[in-house]
T-cell receptor
Framework: KQEVTQIPAALSVPEGENLVLNCSFTDSAIYNLQWFRQDPGKGLTSLLLIQSSQREQTSGRLNASLDKSSGRSTLYIAASQPGDSATYLCAVRDAGGTSYGKLTFGQGTILTVHP | DAGITQSPRHKVTETGTPVTLRCHQTENHRYMYWYRQDPGHGLRLIHYSYGVKDTDKGEVSDGYSVSRSKTEDFLLTLESATSSQTSVYFC???????????FGPGTRLTVT
């Protein structure tokens, strides 16, 4: 059974700092990995999707990397801003024809960026 | 943003009553999912659908049933609500290539 772990559980940084959020998964047979952002009381917003054949994806100040063989992904946020404060969730989709796109989520990292 | 709506957005109900949550999509996506989110457990899959009238169980399906009679609607029913089903429920959709999943705004359900 796939298990996803995110470290740290919470992170507080001053504005402007570059930071890294970590995600690890136990079964390397994945189809893709998706990073989400969740604001308090809101739904999930997809940030980046990395296919299993890719090493990284970039969107603006966000960069996500994937090392499938070691079961790890990182989300790098450059020049953090107070508006980046949210919970960041990592989710993996297992490979295999019967998975139907089901995602297994980590518990998230709560990020606070201080002005 | 993906066209996903959930109704109701908030509901308070009593133990033992039936409850139905609705997810509606305008994207014509084949795959739809119901998750619940709880502190300490994260998001967990309840049921999913891979087409009209095609559904299957997820990780935490006990006490829940689903139906999908049209592509755009996926219903989640709690036949007899219990306090352990107090949670935030999210619907998600995924397109033909099963790539990105897009989530709805959530329904906060409280069972008293």
């Amino acid at each position: 059974k796939q298990e996803v772990t995110q470290i740290p559980a919470a992170l507080s940084v001053p504005e402007g700092e570059n930071l890294v959020l970590n995600c690890s998964f136990t079964d390397s047979a994945i189809y893709n990995l998706q990073w989400f952002r969740q604001d308090p009381g809101k739904g999930l917003t997809s940030l980046l999707l990395i296919q299993s054949s890719q090493r990284e994806q970039t969107s603006g100040r966000l960069n996500a990397s994937l090392d499938k063989s070691s079961g790890r992904s990182t989300l790098y946020i450059a020049a953090s801003q107070p508006g980046d404060s949210a919970t960041y969730l990592c989710a993996v989709r297992d490979a295999g024809g019967t998975s139907y796109g089901k995602l297994t989520f980590g518990q998230g990292t709560i990020l606070t960026v201080h002005p | 943003d993906a066209g996903i709506t959930q109704s109701p957005r908030h509901k308070v109900t009593e133990t033992g009553t039936p409850v139905t949550l609705r997810c509606h999509q305008t994207e014509n996506h084949r795959y739809m999912y119901w998750y619940r989110q709880d502190p300490g457990h994260g998001l967990r899959l309840i049921h999913y659908s891979y087409g009209v009238k095609d559904t299957d169980k997820g990780e935490v399906s006990d006490g829940y049933s689903v139906s999908r009679s049209k592509t755009e609607d996926f219903l989640l029913t709690l036949e007899s609500a219990t306090s352990s089903q107090t949670s935030v429920y999210f619907c998600a959709i995924s397109g033909r290539r099963l790539d990105e999943q897009y989530f709805g705004p959530g329904t906060r359900l409280t069972v008293t």
